[in-house]
Structure formats: structure tokens, C-alpha cells
């Protein structure tokens, strides 16, 4: 059996041929204990359906203990089989067949099979869902059931990524023809199922006894998680050893966290990045020339230095990153030119030029700071930005995709296509910026498809040149993964990067020392 990491994928061509994956225990496990996890992003909204997942605390107990996705990117990187144990694609990579494993069970007693996988992506295109992974879902035009234990997808066109899209934590699997009962329950196939769960405050799990996963993950015999969005009060829950774990570290009592000896702090640097994404349908923002002065307003490194005290690094207005292959670190930067954008403000047709900024933590630690810190130097380009601090309750979904201009973050993803698609693709769910631009559209259809490297670096490239130059968001900063736990936990010595807490997975990678 084979691990492959995405470019190992990419240089294949995606051949037909089997790709496969085992567990890679690299220090010895224990059992035992009860694992407490202080998380932020919890909302009294949340729930079980994995389409409404947006942030760390149900995205954590969702694909990462209860659930389980098709394929999942390991801590090195490498994509690995969940519940497909290998697949195989046809030469243009538009159809794809996925042998499922055998032997897995729902935690309800039901045979995990082909029925559930075409019932599970089908929800994300039913008449009325609204969810973040319908771009991934819906080119699939055909999920035919080849045996109890394997299905063949067939695309619109050709995706060298789709295994990596299957990953996605919004595609959990649940049980064909049960669910409602499923996301009422958090009925899953995973390491750890529900005993208990108050929405927006608590969730109490314990492991599965007899697992697939069994001498690979899934080493707590319970996990208690609890909502804890206050940065202050989970830091303290920290220090005062309530809980085993945080994510989020407040980097302002960072020192505070570094002189416990019994606290670690663990940082990746993966593709996460802090946005102030516009409504390209509404004015002002409708005006690329004004989204021009606001990326020229914002001082990015006085950002990088006071928001995430160097844990990152200056970004130029795209949502690709570092740990991306095709990467365009050569573009020129949007920098900090207050003279220019007051240029813009007047090739635009105004005198000035008076905004409102939407911003709460629950963004990111320190979004009403950052927006505060936008405000001041954009008064040197004659921008007046009225920062409206909105509650941490409801953010995501009273703000975020309603109000005209906010804080945002995303964590990226491991492929340029899925990041694009997933925010960025014409009329997709999660598009915070409603932006249109024809080349981009038709870059991004072609580079899906493109398994030649070279050229598709080219079209990634000049899709992040269209976007630095005149996208709807700007994107100062990005910020590496920076979250603490007590020394009583370990784990392998790899950390995965897509996203926080070891890419999400936590709760089944670590173990108590």
C-alpha cells in the first residue's frame, strides 16, 4: 500500500493505478484518560450536520472523533485513506473509483457501504442545502455503486485533486436512509461517539470499542470538550490545568504561557490567513478602484508585528500560501502607499471615501485590534474606516456573507483548486466576496483539469495576479497555527499544518504521556 502527498499525485498525472494508505505510529501509544480540550468557535447554532461546520470547535469533534471523511490529509501531509482504503482514476483523471473498507460500522450498529457514501455526498446538492462543500460535490455527474464496498465518480471534467477534496471536513459520512437521525444524534463511524452534547457549550465523547482504527488512533477513553470563546478565560483554563489543551493562543500572554513548565506551545506555519473581505456587489465596493485604495491603505507589517507578534507574515491580497506548490511569492506587493490610494479614491470619481469595517475576535484573536490599526493608517490616504465591534455570538452567521465589509479567516487548504472553489468560484456558498471576474473563472475551469505542472503553475499564477490586483478582499497577513497544551500530552513529533490543533485531528493523534 501507498501514501502519496499532493505532489506525488500531481506528477503521476493521476494515472490509473491504486493509491493507498495506512496508520504510521512513530512513538509508543498509550490508552487511557480523559482528554479535556478548551476550544473556541463554538455557536448555540451548532449542530451535527457537517455542512454548517465553519469553525475550530465543531470542525475538532465533527471530521476529527465522531465522523470520518473518505480520505484524510495525514500530519506530514501525505493524503491517506479513511474510509476508502485505495482508488484508482482513469487517465484524465474524470472518473474515480474508491474501494471502501470492509468491517466499519456506524456507531448505531449499521454496515458502513457504498449506499451511505452516494447518500452522504447527495446532501450537499439537495434542493436548498447550503453547504460550503457543494463546489466539491456538485461536479461529480454520475455516483454509481459498482459493489457493497465500492463506488465509481464520475466529473464534469478532469480533477488531479479530487482524493484531496474528499477530505474536506464538511464530507462526513452518515448512514443512508437515517440521516436526520444521524445529525440529530452524531451518529458516525468514528474513533469516539456522543454521550453527551449541549450545543455552543459542552460535548462529552468516549471511544468505540473494536474501531478499524484500533492500534493506529484514538488512544483517550474519553474527551470532554468545552466552548470556551472568552481568549482570556481559555488561556487561564490552561494555566490553571481545567483543560488539557487550547487552540488559539492569545499571543499578548504568550510570555505568561512560556514560563509554565508544565505548558507547551506548538506552532506550524501552514496557509491560514486573516482577511477583510468585501461585497464586490455593493457600493462602494463594487468599484475596483476603491478596492485598489484599500489594499494600498493597510499597513500589512505594523499588522504582522502587533497583531500576531511575528507569528506570520506579510500576505498580498491571496488566499494561497506558503505550503501551497504553486505559490506566487514573486508578485508585486500591494504595499502600504497612502499617496496612492488617495489617487485611486479620485480615479474612482469621489472626494473621499467612508466605510465601515464589521469586526469581533471571533474572527481571529485580535481582529477588532487589526481593525482598529486599519482605521489609523488609512487616515493618512483621506479614508475614513468606521469599525463597528460586533458580538462573538452569531458572527459567522450574522455578519460574515451579510454585513458589507468584516474580519474573516481562513484556515487555506492543500490544493490551490480547493482553496479557490471553496471561496472564490462563481455562485459557490462560502464566496464572502461575490466577486466576478471572467479570466479568473475561466483560469480556474482550465487549471482543475491541467496535469501538466508547468502550465498549471502558470494559471495559478496569473489567477493570484487577477486577484491581488483586483479582488474583493484584502488579505494582510499570514498567521501561523499557535496553540498550547500541558506536557502531560504527546504526540508522534509531527504536527499536520492544514488546520489548527495538528490539522484537526488532535483528539485521535495524541495521547497522554
Known sequence: MTRISRRGLLASGAAAGVLAATGMPLRAQQKGGTLRLGLNGANTSDSWDSRTHSDAFMINLGHGAVFDTLTEVAASGELVGELAESWEASADAKVWTFNLRQGVTFHNGKAFGADDVIASLNMHVAEGAKSAAKPIVEPIVEMKKLGEHQVQLTLKAGNADFPFLLSDYHLCMFPAGQIEEAIAKGIGTGMYKVEAFDPGVRALLSRVDSHYKDGRAGWFDSVEVIAINDTSARMNALMTGQVDAVNRVDFKTEALLK???????????????????????????????????????????????????????????????????????????????????????????????????????????????????????????????????????????????????????????????????????????????????????????????????????????????????????????????????????????????????????????????
Not at 497583531?307 to 506587493?333: C, K, R, T, W
Not at 506536557?487 to 493523534?509: C, H, P, W
Request: one cysteine or more; charged letters at 20%; hydrophobic letters at 40%.
Open 259 to 513: 514560563a509554565n513548565p508544565m505548558i507547551n506551545i506548538f506552532e506550524v506555519t501552514g496557509n491560514q490567513h486573516f482577511t477583510f473581505p468585501m461585497l464586490t456587489n455593493l457600493s462602494p465596493f463594487d468599484n475596483v478602484k476603491v478596492r485598489q485604495a484599500l489594499k494600498h491603505s493597510v499597513n500589512r507589517q505594523e499588522m504582522v508585528n502587533k497583531i500576531l507578534l511575528g507569528h506570520g507574515a506579510v500576505a498580498n491580497d491571496i488566499p494561497i500560501g506558503p505550503a501551497n506548490q504553486y505559490f506566487a511569492s514573486d508578485l508585486e506587493m500591494n504595499d502600504y502607499d497612502p499617496d496612492k490610494a488617495k489617487h485611486l479614491i479620485k480615479e474612482a470619481g469621489l472626494d473621499g471615501l467612508q466605510v465601515d469595517l464589521s469586526a469581533s475576535n471571533a474572527a481571529f484573536n485580535g481582529a477588532v485590534d487589526a481593525a482598529l490599526l486599519y482605521q489609523s493608517s488609512a487616515k493618512a490616504a483621506g479614508i475614513d474606516i468606521n469599525v463597528v465591534q460586533e458580538p462573538e455570538d452569531g458572527y459567522w452567521s450574522n455578519v460574515w456573507l451579510k454585513k458589507a465589509w468584516c474580519a474573516c479567516y481562513w484556515s487555506g487548504r492543500a490544493t490551490e483548486d480547493w482553496m479557490f472553489s471553496t471561496a472564490y468560484e462563481s455562485g459557490v456558498p462560502w464566496n464572502d466576496t461575490q466577486w466576478e471576474n471572467a479570466r479568473f473563472q475561466e483560469l480556474l475551469i482550465s487549471a482543475r483539469a491541467e496535469l501538466d505542472s508547468t502550465k498549471r503553475r502558470d494559471q495559478y499564477h496569473e489567477m493570484q495576479m487577477i486577484m491581488a490586483k483586483e479582488g474583493g478582499t484584502v488579505i494582510p497577513m499570514y498567521a501561523n497555527y499557535v496553540d498550547a497544551h500541558s506536557t502531560k500530552l504527546t504526540n508522534s513529533g509531527v504536527i499536520g499544518n492544514a488546520f489548527q490543533m495538528d490539522s484537526s485531528r488532535l483528539i485521535e493523534r495524541w495521547w497522554f504521556a
